[in-house]
C-alpha cells in the first residue's frame, strides 16, 4: 500500500521559515517524479516544487524560486521542502504527490497524495 504522510506544518511569521517533511512508503520511488503542491483557501491546488527521485533533479514554481528547497533522503524515504522568508501569501495545505516518470505541474497528473499538512504564515 502506498502511503504519502507530510507533516511540520504550523504558524510561522512572516521571514521565518518552516520544513515539512513527506514520508513516503509502500514501494520504491525511484522512477517517480515527488512533487509539492499547496491550495490556499478558496484557491486552485497550485504546483509548488518537484524533483525526481532518484537523480535529484529540481523544478521551481516562480513564486518560491530561491525561497523553497525540494530535497529527499533515499534512506529515509523521505521527502522535504525548506522554506525560507515565508510570506503571507504563502499559506496553505501543503500537499505531497508523486507521479511515475517526468514531473507534472498539473495536480490531476499525479498517481499518488498525501492528506497534506497546514501552513500558516502571519504578517
Known amino acids: 500500500q502506498v502511503q504519502l504522510v507530510e507533516s511540520g506544518g504550523g504558524l510561522v511569521q512572516a521571514g521565518g521559515s518552516l520544513r515539512l517533511s513527506c514520508a513516503a512508503s509502500?514501494?520504491?520511488?525511484?522512477?517517480?517524479?515527488m512533487h509539492w503542491f499547496r491550495q490556499a483557501p478558496g484557491k486552485e491546488r497550485e504546483f509548488v516544487a518537484a524533483?525526481?527521485?532518484?537523480?535529484?533533479?529540481?523544478y521551481y514554481a516562480d513564486s518560491v524560486k530561491g525561497r523553497f528547497t525540494i530535497s529527499r533522503d533515499n534512506a529515509k524515504n523521505t521527502m522535504y521542502l525548506q522554506m525560507n522568508s515565508l510570506k503571507p501569501e504563502d499559506t496553505a495545505v501543503y500537499f505531497c504527490?508523486?507521479?511515475?516518470?517526468?514531473?507534472?505541474?498539473?495536480?490531476?497528473?499525479?498517481?499518488?497524495w498525501g492528506k497534506g499538512t497546514l501552513v500558516t504564515v502571519s504578517s
Open positions: 509502500g514501494r520504491t520511488f525511484n522512477n517517480y517524479a
Open positions: 504527490a508523486a507521479k511515475y516518470g517526468s514531473w507534472y505541474t498539473a495536480h490531476y497528473g499525479m498517481d499518488y
Open positions: 524533483i525526481r527521485w532518484s537523480a535529484g533533479n529540481t
